[in-house]
């Protein structure tokens, strides 16, 4: 069949493509909008760079997403998107290539070829500290997940100021009721909108779909379970390394005066900036001039509590039983931010600053010493601790929880041997190893296929044991017993420095007047 009879034949399929195409041709997809031709390639057939939503430019700078344009005759679906617009990467392995737009907001689609029926799928949210990354990272090419039975999609959504900002201006030209400054989660959700209306033209279940990402991608599902917009989108969750006691910033309205207000924060960078305070003069900055400076994402800049999309904030929500009722992998890994000392003058850093001396006095003594405290503790107060709260609420809530730790280090790492550092997880849970910042072997690699099957399980059934692996305990049977993945191979165990663990979470109980 030419090229041209099939994509004719391609205009008379139903919404549903997954009938057999001839095999010397490049896969098809019929979806809302037109028809998208891919490619194909070792079995697995990939789409890339498929608008979910129409350009966020003009007029329509921090507005919500809108549904993408139609267009007539097949459209090419075989180069990446551009990133969305951020600092130059210097070599972040979780940023894709340039060129770089506001115009963006395209997703990346890889499927088995050979399929009996729809499959599970997995649409991963990548992190950055909501300043920088990309979908269309060679990190995160699905293919190989692809592979273990699931349809992997990735998407990028806008970052920095163009995804998560406000400003007195804009809200008053707002119209009544119309969420605003979390336009990068609204982003995401228009993207999982996108795959419960499309994803069964390739080859995938609207039915079974499980969010997960990294980092502030990790924030991002932990925004989706407790966001009533994200609702019945998806299906599971997995957050890795994903914060979960962030407080965010609210509307000016909520409370004018306070340091959280976002529209506070959005005119004091307008005026510094010395731009006009109208939304006008705001949507005509060019672009770029919105990195400078650098929004702060754990400072109060970007993880945005708006009281809409996000209605309040992560911890507080899953303490009140109000997140999504859906399986939930959640973990963190071994030497997150091993580089950073509770005394760096960081937002990081802060989070200490108010203990009295008795509670110092008993963290330096449950670290060991100085030294343990110094290398340990904000990586427990960021992550370690706080994983263990939502992963202890939402097994408390009767649905089924799965907590890691990530404890593999390659050999040729450059960094200090002391555990796994933040993010370098991601290219083992993708089985994609040719895109690690350093040198691995064997052993990575069968830490790779190990993970990447794991969670790919968890993906089509939302429990990841199966197939001859090592039982990673649930939660709601096993409390506080987690798998942890290191060098010599996985092993179950209780949640290591659990003591240490147990005064960080005395602490946030006192701060926020619990008992």
Not at 465 to 490: Q, S
Request: net charge negative.
């Amino acid at each position: 069949m030419s090229f041209t009879a099939l994509i004719a034949a391609a205009m008379t399929m139903t919404l549903n493509t997954s009938a057999p195409l001839p095999a010397d041709g490049p896969p098809v997809a019929r979806v809302g909008e037109g028809v998208l031709v891919g490619a194909r390639d070792d079995g697995i057939e990939n789409f890339k760079g498929v608008a979910y939503a129409a350009p966020p430019v003009g007029e329509w700078r921090w507005r919500p997403p809108r549904p993408a344009p139609a267009w007539t005759g097949p459209r090419q679906a075989t180069d990446l998107g551009p990133i969305c617009i951020q600092p130059p990467s210097n070599g972040d392995n979780g940023v894709g290539p340039l060129p770089m737009s506001e115009d963006c907001l395209t997703l990346n689609v890889w499927a088995p070829e050979s399929r009996d029926g729809p499959l599970p799928v997995m649409v991963w949210i990548h992190g950055g500290g909501y300043n920088n990354g990309s979908g269309t990272a060679a990190l995160y090419e699905g293919a190989n997940l692809a592979r273990r039975g699931v349809v992997v999609v990735t998407i990028n959504y806008r970052l920095g100021r163009l995804g998560f900002f406000d400003h007195p201006a804009l809200a008053a030209e707002r119209p009544a009721g119309e969420a605003a400054g979390n336009y990068g989660v609204m982003d995401m959700i228009a993207a999982l909108e996108w795959v419960r209306d499309h994803i069964e033209a390739f080859g995938g279940d609207p039915g079974q779909v499980t969010i997960f990402g990294e980092s502030a991608g990790g924030v991002a599902v932990s925004q989706l379970m407790i966001s009533p917009r994200a609702r019945g989108l998806f299906h599971r969750a997995a957050i890795q390394s994903g914060l979960g006691r962030q407080e965010g910033a609210v509307p000016g309205d909520l409370d004018p005066l306070s340091p959280r207000s976002t529209r506070a924060r959005g005119a004091a960078w307008a005026e510094a900036a010395g731009v006009t305070p109208t939304a006008a003069a705001l949507r005509a900055v060019p672009a770029e001039r919105l990195l400078e400076p650098a929004p702060n994402f754990f400072g109060g800049d970007l993880i945005l509590t708006d009281g809409v999309v996000v209605p309040m904030d992560v911890e507080a929500a899953f303490a009140a039983g109000r997140q999504a009722p859906v399986p939930l992998l959640i973990g963190t890994n071994s030497a997150e931010f091993w580089w950073m000392k509770p005394s760096d003058l960081t937002p990081y850093g802060a989070l200490d600053d108010n203990l009295s001396d008795a509670a110092r006095a008993a963290l330096v003594e449950a670290y060991g010493g100085q030294e343990g405290y110094d290398a340990h503790l904000v990586s427990d107060l960021v992550f370690n601790e706080p994983a263990r709260r939502l992963a202890r609420l939402h097994a408390a809530a009767g649905q089924p929880t799965f907590l890691y730790r990530f404890d593999v280090v390659s050999l040729a790492m450059p960094e200090p041997h002391s555990g796994a550092t933040h993010a370098s997880e991601r290219q083992y849970v993708f089985d994609n190893l040719t895109a690690s910042p350093w040198a691995t072997d064997d052993m990575d690699q069968r830490a790779a296929t190990l993970m990447a099957d794991y969670w790919a399980a968890f993906g089509r059934t939302g429990d990841p044991n199966g197939g001859g692996r090592l039982m990673w305990p649930d939660l709601r049977a096993r409390i506080d017993e987690l798998i942890e993945f290191g060098n010599a191979g996985p092993r179950v165990l209780p949640v290591p420095f659990a003591r240490r663990l147990d005064l960080i979470e005395a602490l946030y109980t006192a701060r926020s007047g619990g008992d």
